[in-house]
């Protein structure tokens, strides 16, 4: 009897955001490679934590709003009629494996709301300034965001109907006629500009990705990198110094 793809290949797991890399204009498979035998995690990597704690406030300031005035901010509306936030599950429940490729897919989105028709929309929230289109991340947001609502719709919010991006934009201009507005006893206030990005809804390219994660995870070594790739040439330059052959 024929073994399925399940039996036969070890399972991978990857983050949607990881997963995203594959739409990079720039996505190179040898850094990819290396990625997946790290299972993501590189040396000399430092998240600054803040933006956690930005993320964090954030779901706070929308849950209470809403909590408070039975509505989502009024930033939201350019995604259409908005529900009640509701309870994003942990990451270990948050989670589904994909069984023609033994791809277990994690991720958790930083907002799903409820609408009016019993659907839902995910939102993910991006502390940064708003380009629009131009932003050379938007592929891997697209697919970060399709990855959410791949495995939203296996644990228990179908259907979505629409996906969106906010950028957090910092407002750091600032008059001296204003500037005593923002200064408190122990510190100073930083106001954040929502600005709203709808993303295409188009999940079905998740298992198309998958399928070339698992056909890089199995390569025996590393495949040849992209052209002109700036980490190749960091990690090429890292093996020199080390003395590595």
């Not at 793809?5 to 498979?29: T, Y």
Request: glycine content about 8%; aromatic content about 10%.
């Amino acid at each position: 009897m024929e073994q399925t793809h399940n039996e036969r290949s070890e399972s991978v797991r990857i983050s949607a955001k990881n997963l995203g890399e594959l739409a990079l204009p720039n996505f190179c498979p040898r850094c990819f490679w290396i990625k997946l035998r790290c299972s993501h995690k590189l040396p000399f990597q430092i998240f600054p934590g803040i933006f956690s704690s930005i993320d964090s406030y954030t779901k706070k300031i929308t849950n209470m709003h809403y909590e408070q005035h039975e509505r989502v901010p009024g930033w939201f509306g350019g995604f259409g009629s908005l529900g009640k936030p509701m309870k994003v599950p942990h990451f270990t429940k948050f989670s589904v494996i994909e069984p023609k490729t033994n791809i277990l897919l994690t991720g958790v989105p930083d907002e799903i709301l409820s609408k009016g028709d019993g659907s839902y929309f995910i939102v993910d929230y991006k502390t940064s300034r708003f380009t629009g289109t131009q932003d050379k991340l938007l592929p891997m947001y697209e697919v970060q965001l399709n990855t959410y609502a791949y495995i939203g719709e296996r644990v228990g919010f179908k259907p979505v109907t629409g996906l969106g991006l906010i950028y957090y934009e910092p407002q750091t201009g600032i008059s001296v006629d204003e500037v005593d507005s923002f200064i408190l006893d122990d510190g100073f206030s930083m106001n954040f500009s929502g600005r709203l990005l709808p993303i295409e809804l188009k999940p079905d390219n998740i298992p198309v990705l998958l399928k070339r994660v698992r056909e890089i995870s199995e390569l025996p070594e590393a495949p040849h990198g992209v052209e002109g790739c700036k980490n190749c040439g960091l990690l090429d330059a890292l093996v020199s110094i080390a003395g590595v052959t």
